[in-house]
């Protein structure tokens, strides 16, 4: 049998165990086990598709060879050797789908994501950047069909933000997204400079799956938490009443805050969510340290302090540094077509991964 049969054969086994488990009532009462055997009896399911297809290609070819070694008539013989080169022609388009398939998927990428935009170097000018950047991924989420949430925010001193923060739900947004953390260098010339010369800012994305109470279970006694008066834009209702909520985590001295709703439960909410995500994040990244000899993608290395883009004004060019990819269509992106950028570092990550699965 070979290699790529007997992966399929053991997810097929997989499959049908899974299958049974889902229907046991000692599971069904346990939801953390439950979520999780669901969500992997679906991914199963596609793959288990494929792995009938393969075997009946295989099986074929098995009885198709069997046939032309033990038939004397020309004809059958004819029709056994077409019918061979007919599946022979079919098999390696298959068989590398099925590698494809068989890349381990990240669990996090089918997550909701929360998504921070910080001012870096560059002063006023990277806080423009922000609020540009922003804008374009909001044009972009339209296209994806996601919605979002501005869950906090702190205004630069003359335009745009010094920093934001947004949650994101939707179909695999954090498997899109999170190519996009790291440091975006932008070079252009600002609206504050006389001279007409090009200035170069920077400002820091980051991108973390947004935990569930299943994955992460936060302790509220660990949580120390302080109200205040928002503070910015907003209308009189946000400096009259202590909405804001800041959210400390003792044992880590992690901190979220929220101060973008009028009620301060729906802040409170909101709050814990970004906490539990950040330190679910810490978690995720000590289990990866761990695990040193696993390979650090050159995709989504997950380091915030890498240059990862450039967006040069002048040239009207975008440059990716992670798979020197340019393109110079500047002005669509900044308007939310991301998509092409996106898909050539999905399929870098893929193809880095496949590399990896072969050594």
Known sequence: MNDLLEKLEAIHIRFIEVGTLIVDPDIISDMKRYVKLTKEYKDLEELDV???????????????????????????????KMEIDELEKKRPEMEEDIKFMLIPKDPEDEKPAIMELRAGTGGDEACIFVEDCFRMYTMFFKTMGWSYEVINSNEGSTK?????????????????????????RVQRVPETESQGRVHTSAITIAVLPEAEEVDFELNMSDVRRDT??????????????????????????????????????????????????????????????????????????????????????????????????????????????????????????NAEKLKGEEA
């Open 160 to 184: 745009g933000y010094k920093e934001i923060q947004l949650s994101i739900e939707g179909a695999s947004v954090y498997g899109v997204l999170k190519f996009e953390s790291g440091v975006h």
């Open 50 to 80: 494929v792995y009938k297809n393969y075997k009946q290609l295989v099986d074929n070819l098995a009885s198709s060879r069997e046939l032309l070694s033990m038939e004397d008539d020309p004809e059958m013989r004819e029709m056994a």
């Open 228 to 349: 205040y008066r928002a503070s910015g834009a907003g209308g009189q209702h946000v400096n009259k009443t202590e909405s804001a909520i800041r959210l400390t985590h003792i044992p880590t001295g992690v901190v979220a805050e929220c101060q973008d709703g009028r009620s301060q439960h729906k802040n409170l909410e909101k709050a814990t969510s970004m906490l539990r995500s950040r330190l679910y994040q810490i978690e995720l990244e000590k289990l990866q340290n761990e695990r040193a000899e696993h390979r650090k993608s050159l995709v989504s290395t997950g380091d915030r302090s890498a240059k990862i883009r450039t967006y040069n004004y002048p040239q009207g060019r975008i440059t990716d540094h992670r798979i020197n990819k340019t393109m110079y269509n500047l002005s669509a992106f900044m308007n939310g077509d991301l998509q092409e950028m996106i898909d050539a570092l999905k399929m870098a990550e």
